[in-house]
């Protein structure tokens, strides 16, 4: 029997990653991150002001807590009904498995204060790490969000950070631990070359995190060198992305492409499992507050382009994304067009 996480057939196809600088001039910015979300809802920025030294503390926090033993990271399971806390395999609450184990907290600093105590030997110490982290990726995400609606030729340049920095921000922070895959390597002799050759078993295509959109506005990604994330192109071809420890992707989520009325694609993506080495990644998911609105911003809906989506709170969306699957496209739900199903 093939197990859910071993991926059959689908092609992958090389595609050169829209690599942005963001000391860049305002005005180059502005095109080349709108071009980027509508063509690809995928961009990898550079120059990006995080400093190195936050992102290493982080990743050293991570990297302690999943060399714990097992019953240690249990007694921060998530679930049953919250997603936060340490899990293994399960994604979500609705049978999706993957290749990984997984960490997701809540940004908010008291939140984080908390479980830090139970967490780590020194909470403070990985209290800081995190919060240091989310504030400088936060500030990240936002300066994106303000070339993002300036870009689209939104009045109101802050409509979409402010959603962000607003203290009951929804927002998340996850990192994800795939650890190495065994792969087994067998010297066989070879007689037309009179060597001795390398075969590799068993090297089967795992998922390690399944087929997505994130639910969110903004994503921005991070991993140690390890290779395995992938996009999904239109054409449904997945395309390798080039692990960069120094560098952030930004992913653009499902309520973003709310906001834009669709001029944006949340971006479908997976991470693979099978590169040899363990991975770690870490993603900061910029949400808006729970009772926040999502709709179309008022400059991109017209008599020719009228709204695509049903308004809908962040509350309702998180419901709905939370009683489907992994790979669902749990926007069809909110479309607005005749013959389409809409949320109850
Ligand atoms: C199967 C699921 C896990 C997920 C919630 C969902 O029902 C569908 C979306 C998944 C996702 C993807 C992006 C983030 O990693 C995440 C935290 C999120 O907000 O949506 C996860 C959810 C999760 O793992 O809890
Ligand atoms: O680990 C990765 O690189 C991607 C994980 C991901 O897509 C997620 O956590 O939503
Ligand atoms: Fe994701």
Redesign the pocket.
């Known amino acids: 029997m093939v197990s859910p996480s071993v991926l059959r057939t689908r092609k992958t196809k090389a595609v050169g990653i829209p690599t942005i600088d963001l000391s860049l001039c305002r005005s180059k910015l502005v095109k080349l991150i709108v071009k980027a979300c509508e063509e690809f809802g995928f961009f990898k920025v550079t120059n990006h002001g995080v400093p190195m030294e936050v992102i290493s503390r982080l990743e050293e926090e991570g990297s302690g807590f999943f060399a714990k033993p097992v019953a240690e990271k249990e007694k921060q399971r998530a679930g049953p009904i919250s ?1 936060f806390g340490y ?1 293994s395999k399960n ?4 049978g ?1 498995l993957g290749e990984l184990e ?1 960490l ?1 907290l809540q940004t908010n600093p008291i939140s984080i204060a908390e479980r830090s105590k139970a967490i780590s030997n020194d909470p403070l110490k990985f209290s800081c790490a995190v919060n240091d982290y989310i504030q400088s990726v936060r500030e990240l995400t936002c300066e994106i969000l303000d070339l993002v609606a300036e870009g689209l030729g939104i009045s109101d340049k802050f409509v979409l950070s402010r959603l962000i920095r607003d203290v009951q921000s929804d927002s ?1 922070l ?1 990192l994800n631990y795939y650890p190495n895959s065994a792969v087994k390597e067998v010297n066989e002799w070879d007689p037309s070359t009179g060597k001795f050759r390398q075969n590799h078993y068993s090297k089967k295509s795992r998922v390690g995190f399944g087929e ?1 959109s ?3 506005i903004l ?1 921005i990604l991070r991993s140690n060198d390890v290779g395995g994330f992938q996009i999904c192109l239109h054409d449904g071809l997945w395309v390798p992305v080039p692990p960069d420890p120094t560098e952030f992707y930004v992913i653009v989520g499902d309520a973003l492409q709310v906001l834009t009325n669709g001029r944006f694609t949340s971006v479908r993506h997976r991470a693979m499992a099978n590169s040899g080495r363990a991975r770690m990644s870490m ?1 900061y ?1 910029g949400a808006p507050p729970l009772d926040a609105w999502i709709t179309s911003l008022p400059e991109l809906v017209s008599s020719q382009r009228p709204s695509l989506y049903k308004p809908f709170t962040w509350n309702e969306y998180k419901k709905a ?2 009683s ?3 790979g669902d496209t749990r926007l069809d739900l909110f479309k607005l067009h005749a013959g389409n199903k809409t949320a109850s």
């Open positions: 997603p899990g994604i979500g609450f609705n999706d997984y997701i998340v996850r997505h994130d639910p969110q994503t993603g998911f994304v939370y489907l699957r992994l």
